[in-house]
């Protein structure tokens, strides 16, 4: 029908480093902040902060297979993908990448840097097969732990429970957790937010909701941002120094 997108799995496709920056509004970060990115799928996003000196582990059950097995992947992803946002142009901004040509040709760009990246980064454990809510992670091994297009975004596959306890393993391995964003695939907002927002809060969580510069699906410029111990938990922004805005670069 018309103006539905709907997918039947979670399904791997390429974000880059620019786009990471506005929707996780990631400039409060310096290069001491030990990040982890969860369901990093093949995203460019650790290989442009490995290439620029910050620490990134990535995690995803995809990185099981191999690189030639991932391209295939996202070569059939990227078909269903762009048939969906055809079908549902109108519950999209383009304002950032300018029309669906320019949207398929940066998605594929950054695929490209993933891939070219991935065996090397596998070999010094960057990119780790894993998957919530079981990471192969200390306690506080990390400072941030980051969710992209991934938790709320699919709230048909994951009920409240289990966006809890995928966000609790998130917060023992870090001291703060980012999720973007908070709509799900029918571009409504996800009606588990609230919900896990008052479990964590039973669990001793602080939240908050942060608007980003950044807007895809329409109304989608929100973020969820949680703390282990009381806020701005991330070695590199202490309570005394104000959350910069996010800048699209």
Not at 72 to 79: F, H, L, M, Q, S
Not at 81 to 100: P, Q, V, Y
Not at 169 to 189: H, S
Not at 211 to 236: A, I, P, T, W
Request: proline fraction near 4%; include cysteine; charged fraction near 25%.
């Amino acid at each position: 029908m018309a103006g539905e997108f709907k997918l039947k799995d979670v399904l791997p496709w390429g974000r880059n480093r620019a786009e990471y920056v506005a929707f996780i509004d990631l400039n409060d970060i310096d290069t001491d902040t030990r990040i982890l990115d969860c369901a990093g799928g093949p995203a460019s996003f650790n290989a442009e902060m490995t290439a620029t000196g910050y620490a990134v582990t990535s995690t995803d059950p995809l990185y099981r297979f191999s690189a030639t097995e991932i391209a295939g992947r996202v070569d059939e992803t990227r078909i269903e993908m762009i048939a969906g946002l055809r079908a549902a142009l109108h519950r999209f901004d383009f304002t950032w990448h300018e029309s669906i040509e320019r949207h398929e040709a940066i998605r594929m760009a950054a695929v490209g840097d993933f891939l070219a990246d991935f065996e090397a980064g596998k070999r010094a454990g960057r990119y780790r097969s894993a998957a919530l809510p079981e990471l192969p992670f200390g306690d506080a091994a990390f400072d941030l732990a980051l969710s992209s297009h991934f938790l709320f975004l699919y709230s048909d596959h994951f009920d409240t429970g289990q966006h809890v306890a995928n966000i609790a393993e998130m917060l023992r391995a870090a001291a703060e957790v980012r999720i973007f964003p908070l709509l799900d695939l029918d571009g409504e907002p996800s009606r588990h937010v609230e919900s896990v927002r008052a479990l964590l809060a039973e669990r001793g969580f602080d939240s908050e909701i942060q608007q980003v510069d950044y807007e895809f699906q329409k109304g989608g410029n929100r973020m969820l941002r949680v703390y282990r111990s009381g806020r701005y938990g991330v070695r590199s922004m202490p309570e005394s120094r104000p959350a910069a805005r996010s800048a699209i670069i």
